[in-house]
């Protein structure tokens, strides 16, 4: 989740600095961009996903039960 805030102080920094205001275009094209890159990583590496994700649950799971 750090890579995505750099991300985003990165893009907004040089929006800023190149605009004196953010549209609502700006944004969703923003959010569209994540999303689809999101999505990129979770298709070339599904089975990674799922792994991470079954790995993921499963400790949040047991660390719930104890």
């Given amino acids: 989740m750090t890579n995505m805030r750099a991300i985003l102080y990165i893009y907004l920094t040089i929006q800023l600095k190149s605009m004196s205001s953010i549209t609502k275009r700006d944004i969703k094209f923003f959010f569209i961009g994540l999303i689809t890159m999101f ?28």
């Fill in 39 to 66: 999505l990129i990583e979770v298709i070339f590496d599904w089975e990674g996903a799922i792994k991470s994700f079954k790995q993921g649950f499963n400790e949040g799971y047991y660390v719930t039960r104890k």
